[in-house]
């Protein structure tokens, strides 16, 4: 079985460019979560969908960013404009239940560099 | 809020040695305490958490929640072993139960021969 998977594995764009960055979820599981760890400091939760729905975006950092679910499958988050302090590594994981329930399945990340 | 300290962000020890991960945490609920680990070009991934009371590759982690701490312990570390290893806390939040993981800042173990 595949697990979650990220694209692009690495992002090099400019200040005030857009990215996008996908996450394929493991089949079936209804909950799935995007985390950014910035140089230097530690894993931050950004937000949580339960199928289609964001159940908790309280960690996303301003109005640049946007993260989208359409249908319930895989997930996208757009950073428009990116800025330098966007620069890290973007993980999204996906579980069954809540993460705090059961076992919380990560993919690869995507690293993007903001120049 | 909620927070998760991990207070040495290196640990070096010889094989066969002893290891102790510290964690401790803040939160006045009922938190879940997690280990996550993350190999060497390897995804993150669960090691053990503390509801399930188990012992995963020679690792235990036990909750204190007198001293609010969740350390990860191995009575005799192997070279595999070196790993960056996180805490993460989830906790029921008024109407989102238990999804956001608040994760510590990792402890980079190196396991030496």
């Known amino acids: 079985e595949a697990g979650v998977t990220q694209f692009p594995s690495h992002s090099v764009i400019e200040k005030g460019q857009t990215v996008t960055l996908r996450c394929d979820p493991i089949?079936?599981?209804?909950?799935l979560y995007w985390y950014r760890r910035v140089m230097g400091k530690e894993i931050k939760f950004l937000l949580h969908?339960?199928?289609?729905?964001?159940?908790?975006e309280s960690g996303m950092p301003n109005n640049r960013f946007l993260a989208e679910r359409t249908g319930g499958t895989y997930s996208t988050l757009k950073v428009q404009p990116a800025e330098l302090e966007d620069s890290g590594v973007y993980f999204c994981?996906?579980?069954?239940?809540?993460?705090?329930?059961?076992?919380?399945?990560f993919g690869q990340g995507t690293r993007l560099t903001v120049v | 809020a909620q927070r998760v300290t991990q207070p040495e962000k290196l640990l070096s020890v010889f094989k066969g040695a002893p290891v102790e991960l510290k964690c401790n945490y803040s939160?006045?609920?009922?938190?879940?305490l997690f280990w996550y680990v993350q190999y060497s070009r390897q995804r993150l991934q669960l090691l053990l958490r503390?509801?399930s009371r188990e012992s995963i590759k020679g690792f235990t982690a036990d909750l204190n929640k007198g001293e609010t701490s969740f350390h990860l312990k191995k009575p005799f570390a192997q070279e595999e072993d070196s790993a960056m290893y996180y805490c993460?806390?989830?906790?029921?939040?008024?109407?989102?139960?238990?999804?956001?993981?608040?994760f510590g800042q990792g402890t980079i173990l190196t396991v030496h021969p």
């Open positions: 089949s079936g599981h209804d909950n």
């Open positions: 993460a806390l989830s906790y029921n939040a008024g109407g989102t139960s238990y999804g956001k993981l608040t």
């Open positions: 939160y006045s609920g009922s938190p879940e």
């Open positions: 969908f339960v199928k289609e729905s964001k159940q908790d």
């Open positions: 994981a996906s579980s069954q239940a809540p993460a705090g329930y059961t076992e919380a399945f």
């Open positions: 503390h509801i």
